[in-house]
């Protein structure tokens, strides 16, 4: 249908206004698998935002560009929290290619992106410092490894990236001050060089469609003062889900703090969506309410973090969120 004919048939049958309960549908979602639709609530939105919000808290100066699809939980999900938080919102072009000239107009504080477009970031600065002289490789080569010195020791870096690294965020805006990764695994190699050339924290996030979106998220603050636990992680679980491990006989894990991640809460999805409308739930969750992603995760307890290191699936997650 083209959009004035869905103007048209709404004038010609209006509908009063009817405010949504917080059990009420909000979207049918496509996932991966069979079946695909994922039926999500406003409870589940709702809490999913606030948890995030509270996660990671945005100031109403904070301007984001929106390029992925907002059919994807991930998108949809920092749209709405930035809208929340009043910040500003800002769509791209369409067009990868234009990509990097609509961010030096947008000038984003906040970047989020699946593995991919940060792999691509990483590429393209070692691409460009090859094709450069030898003394500037050289002395970027100093630069680097003497502000991870200082980093490691936690000490200011201020001089180093006042000096060098200030000037690299300039072709994104020259604004940026948090990178989120989500969708697949981030390496630390490339994680640490973001933070490092950038000059602001690299935070991951893990969730699934059936879970509207993250039930880990790196924490800002324990980005900066807890640096090394983070590495390789996928954060901390969210308040609003319960997640626990549990043995994964037909790949022979049974070992403590590693599993099978499971999770119930206010943000875990009413069911699939079948024939005629009708949720399935049966068979989706056990006994006791907990849906079973398929992930395998280990647990630090030490560091209150969870690392993804491997799957039950059939399918493969590549870096740019695709199976």
Same mark, same amino acid.
């Given at each position: 249908m083209s959009f004035d004919s869905v103007m048209k048939d709404g004038e010609a049958n209006p509908i009063a206004l009817a405010p949504p309960k917080l059990d009420s549908t909000y979207m049918v979602m496509f996932t991966? &698998?069979?079946?695909? &639709? @994922?039926?999500?609530?406003?409870?589940?939105?709702?809490?999913?935002?606030?948890?995030?919000?509270?996660?990671?808290p945005l100031e109403k100066d904070d301007v984001y560009v929106s390029y992925l699809?907002?059919?994807? +939980?991930?998108?949809?999900?920092?749209?709405?929290?930035?809208?929340?938080?009043?910040?500003?919102?800002?769509?791209?072009?369409?067009? +990868?290619?234009?990509?990097?000239?609509?961010l030096k107009v947008l000038r984003p504080t906040i970047f989020a992106g699946v593995p991919s477009v940060f792999n691509r970031?990483?590429?393209? +600065?070692?691409?460009n410092l090859l094709k450069s002289n030898p003394l500037r490789?050289?002395?970027f080569s100093y630069a680097y490894s003497a502000k991870r010195k200082q980093v490691e020791a936690g000490e200011d870096t201020a001089f180093w990236d006042k000096l060098v690294f200030n000037k690299m965020s300039d072709p994104i805006g020259g604004r940026i001050r948090l990178f989120l990764s989500a969708a697949a695994p981030l390496t630390p190699k490339v994680?640490? #060089?973001?933070?490092?050339?950038?000059c602001c924290p690299v935070i991951q996030a893990y969730g699934l469609t059936e879970t509207t979106g993250a039930l880990t998220l790196t924490r800002l603050e324990l980005v900066n003062s807890k640096p090394k636990q983070q590495i390789g992680t996928v954060g901390e679980p969210l308040d609003c889900s319960e997640i626990k491990l549990i043995p994964a006989?037909?790949?022979? +894990? #049974?070992?403590?703090?590693?599993?099978? @991640?499971? @999770?119930? &809460?206010?943000?875990?999805?009413?069911g699939y969506y079948g024939e005629g409308g009708q949720i399935i739930s049966n068979g989706v969750f056990d006994n006791e309410g907990w849906f079973h992603t398929g992930d395998i995760a280990s647990w630090d307890p030490g560091s209150s973090t969870l690392s993804i290191i491997d799957t039950k699936k059939n399918l493969f997650k590549l870096a740019? &969120?695709?199976?």
């Open positions: 991966s &698998g069979d079946p695909k &639709g @994922v039926v999500m609530s406003h409870r589940n939105l709702s809490t999913a935002c606030m948890s995030v919000a509270r996660a990671v699809p907002l059919a994807h +939980i991930m998108e949809h999900l920092c749209v709405l929290h930035l809208l929340i938080s009043g910040a500003s919102l800002g769509f791209w072009r369409g067009h +990868i290619q234009t990509l990097w000239d609509d970031m990483y590429d393209g +600065i070692h691409s490789r050289l002395f994680s640490n #060089f973001l933070k490092m050339c950038f006989p037909e790949m022979d +894990i #049974f070992e403590e703090n590693v599993g099978e @991640v499971c @999770v119930r &809460g206010a943000n875990v999805f009413k740019q &969120g695709e199976y």
